[in-house]
Nanobody
Framework: QVQVVESGGGLVQPGGSLRLSCAVSGSIFSIAAMGWYRQAPGKQRELVTTITSSGDIYYTDSVKGRFTISRDNAKSTSYLQMNSLKPEDAGVYYC????????????????WGQGTQVTVST
């Protein structure tokens, strides 16, 4: 089994910063892409950013220049540094990880965390 656990959410004022963490544990041979998604109340879940195992990174336009994704492969962990936060960044942030559980598993299975709440408000 694979577990994905996010942490680091909270309440922050506009212009503030937060750092989210996503730890993957369990039966892991390798982790392909890791990504962060967010879902605001009444809206669909949207992709925020992804990072591949080789370090290729994608950001949605609204967070470019403000958010930074990174990963520590040795710790099976991804980080999302969020600066200059805006009220529209608020929502539940979910981590997604593509995992191969063993060397004989040829496909990548996607796993989701439970999410961490980010509130941006005065």
């Amino acid at each position: 089994q694979v577990q994905v656990v996010e942490s680091g959410g909270g309440l922050v004022q506009p212009g503030g910063s937060l750092r989210l963490s996503c730890a993957v544990s369990g039966s892991i041979f390798s982790i392909a892409a890791m990504g962060w998604y967010r879902q605001a109340p009444g809206k669909q879940r949207e992709l925020v950013t992804t990072i591949t195992s080789s370090g290729d990174i994608y950001y949605t336009d609204s967070v470019k220049g403000r958010f930074t994704i990174s990963r520590d492969n040795a710790k099976s962990t991804s980080y999302l540094q969020m600066n200059s936060l805006k009220p529209e960044d608020a929502g539940v942030y979910y981590c997604n990880a593509g995992v191969r559980a063993s060397a004989t598993q040829t496909y990548v299975a996607n796993y989701w965390g439970q999410g961490t709440q980010v509130t941006v408000s005065t």
